[in-house]
């Protein structure tokens, strides 16, 4: 069982709508991230929350838009998204500072129609 | 730039084979690394880590041990099972901030 927690697990959505990613973290980390993975390739980053701030944003087209919430919670808000952006939605936390390891959820599979 | 170079796969071994997934990088400074390992329709699980030169990380019967002289980091297991079929991911946490730099990956596939 992972202790990070992703919902939904699967998401079909058209090019028009409008929809949100959650991740849920009770570890105490206070560093939280959003990755994109395509089959059989590595993640890719796209956005980095520190102590509920965003610290870094890989160049993300403004159609995804993260929110965290809390220490606990990260969503990413979802529109009007365009067919290659079908992939895995991957959610880590991790402590803050150097080398420590990212515990990752199971993932959103997204599909966009 | 950091970089991690992994091994190309698919690796197919046959069920209590040993395995080894080669693993070098390029770094500034004295980064962690870990190897991080994705079975079907799941997340990222890490595996093992290491934060400083001479550095063995273990878990499961998994060891890579941190070579600053050679720039790697290799996966090694002794007797491979089906269940360990997956891909596998070398990666490298960066010394300042929060990120990580992920090899290609390496597929393993271990038949019965």
């Known amino acids: 069982d992972t202790e990070v927690t992703q919902t939904p697990k699967h998401l079909v959505m058209g090019m028009t709508n409008k929809k949100s990613l959650k991740c849920e973290q009770h570890?105490?980390?206070?560093?939280m991230y959003w990755y994109k993975q395509k089959a059989k390739k590595p993640p890719e980053l796209m956005f980095v929350?520190?102590?509920?701030?965003?610290?870094i944003n890989e160049s993300v087209p403004s159609r995804f838009s993260p929110e965290c919430p809390n220490s606990s919670l990260l969503n990413l808000h979802l529109h009007a998204l365009q067919p290659e952006d079908s992939a895995l939605y991957l959610c880590a936390s991790s402590q803050q500072g150097m080398g420590q390891p990212q515990h990752f959820g199971d993932g959103t599979r997204l599909s966009i129609l | 730039g950091n970089s991690v170079t992994q091994m190309e796969g698919p690796v197919t071994l046959s069920e209590k084979a040993f395995l080894t997934i080669n693993c070098t990088y390029t770094a500034t400074g004295y980064p962690s690394l870990f190897w991080y390992v994705q079975y079907p329709g799941e997340g990222l699980q890490l595996l093992l880590k290491?934060?400083?030169?001479?550095d063995k990380g273990s878990n499961k019967g998994f060891e890579a041990t941190y070579r600053k002289e050679t720039t790697s980091f290799h996966l090694e297991k002794g007797s491979v099972q089906v269940s360990d079929s997956a891909v596998y991911f070398c990666?490298?946490?960066?010394?300042?901030?929060?990120?990580?730099?992920f090899g290609a990956g390496t597929i393993l596939r271990v038949k019965s």
């Open positions: 290491a934060t400083k030169a001479d």
């Open positions: 570890m105490g980390h206070r560093a």
């Open positions: 929350y520190s102590y509920e701030k965003l610290s």
């Open positions: 990666a490298l946490g960066s010394e300042y901030g929060n990120k990580l730099v």
